[in-house]
């Protein structure tokens, strides 16, 4: 299995509402992480977990909230945004090591009204 | 920023014709990997160029790097409709899991 699985695909959400994304892998990775990528720009890093500790947080405000709560799986829990984080939000994961080649999942989609 | 800046910035070709993108980063690297990614979908790792490398090939696929200069260049030679998408150049810094993309180009390959 070599997937990156990310759920759900689209999300529309109010800025007073509260929704999480789900990210799964099977490939034995150790390290995730998540991005967020705007329209025609490149994926921003927000944040990496290693053997399920968070290790970086590039700066992000607290109405974004990781979890990673096996080695497989990493959630995004998010409340009260903004209609600014309008995004993708990628899921990737990693072996860790020197390579560190990303592979990503298909993205969630994420609206806020 | 320690984004790489790429250049171009959109690329238009027609089919069976090569093409060239650039990135230039900032600071010392691990490696260079470069991604595409097809219109709002997921990246794929399309392949990696060590520090210590000049160049490398993958099928249609070639890559350079210079260290001195800080740049690399990604070469696809005899261009299909397929392969268009946008493609980025990444960066992975030494010692950390950072790996930030620099701006992309964006390639239409028109058939």
């Known amino acids: 299995d070599t997937e990156v699985t990310q759920t759900p695909k689209h999300l529309v959400m109010g800025m007073t509402n509260k929704k999480s994304l789900k990210c799964e892998q099977h490939m034995g990775h150790r390290a995730m992480y998540w991005y967020k990528q705007k329209a025609k720009k490149p994926p921003e890093l927000m944040f990496v977990y290693s053997y399920e500790k968070l290790s970086i947080n590039e700066s992000v405000p607290s109405r974004f909230s990781p979890e990673c709560p096996n080695s497989s799986l990493l959630n995004l829990h998010l409340h009260a945004l903004q209609p600014e984080d309008s995004a993708l939000y990628l899921c990737?994961?990693?072996?860790?090591?020197?390579?560190?080649?990303?592979?990503f999942g298909a993205g969630s989609r994420l609206t806020v009204l | 920023s320690q984004q790489g800046e790429e250049d171009p910035q959109a690329l238009s070709i027609q089919e069976g014709e090569n093409a060239t993108m650039n990135c230039s980063y900032k600071?010392?690297?691990?490696?260079l990997q470069w991604y595409r990614q097809n219109s709002g979908r997921g990246l794929v790792h399309l392949i990696l160029i060590r520090s210590n490398e000049r160049e490398k090939h993958s099928g249609r696929l070639r890559v350079t790097l210079d260290t001195s200069k800080k740049s690399s260049s990604l070469l696809i030679t005899a261009s299909r409709a397929a392969d268009t998408a946008s493609y980025f150049c990444?960066?992975?810094?030494?010692?950390?899991?950072?790996?930030?993309f620099g701006a992309g180009t964006r390639l239409f390959v028109k058939a």
């Open positions: 990737a994961s990693s072996q860790l090591g020197q390579a560190n080649v990303l592979t």
């Open positions: 600071t010392s690297i691990n490696n």
């Open positions: 990444a960066t992975a810094y030494t010692g950390g899991f950072k790996t930030i």
